[in-house]
Nanobody, 123 residues
Framework: HVQLVESGGGSVQVGGSLTLSCVAS????????MGWFRQIPDREREGVAG???????SYADSVKGRFSVSQDDAKNTLYLQMNSLQPEDTAMYYC??????????????????WGQGTQVTVS
């Protein structure tokens, strides 16, 4: 089973940028659907961006044009480049994976492997 560890969160000013990383171990994520989710207290975890094994990507409308998901199979690492950050992007960000994955669906029920999260604060 894959283990996922996120890093790269922090505090940033409005309009700033951050890059989140998710290092995987125990399996090769190249065969997985991978995704980034975020959650604020008392709200459901929401899908932000995802990527399939063929490189196809999917984004929530709220982040389209500002966030970019990618992965480096050689490093077994998933990334989320976040630009033009806004206060509403403040949340705990989670990396998630699923294998087998026949279709990328950005819901929490469609991912079985999760990291511990990294906090992003925009002010």
């Amino acid at each position: 089973h894959v283990q996922l560890v996120e890093s790269g969160g922090g505090s940033v000013q409005v309009g700033g940028s951050l890059t989140l990383s998710c290092v995987a171990s125990g399996d090769t994520i190249g065969r997985y659907c991978m995704g980034w989710f975020r959650q604020i207290p008392d709200r459901e975890r929401e899908g932000v961006a995802g990527i399939e094994s063929d490189g196809s990507t999917s984004y929530a409308d709220s982040v389209k044009g500002r966030f970019s998901v990618s992965q480096d199979d050689a490093k077994n690492t998933l990334y989320l480049q976040m630009n033009s950050l806004q206060p509403e992007d403040t949340a705990m960000y989670y990396c998630a994976g699923e294998n087998p994955c026949y279709e990328l669906r950005m819901t929490t029920a469609d991912f079985g492997y999760w990291g511990q999260g990294t906090q992003v604060t925009v002010s």
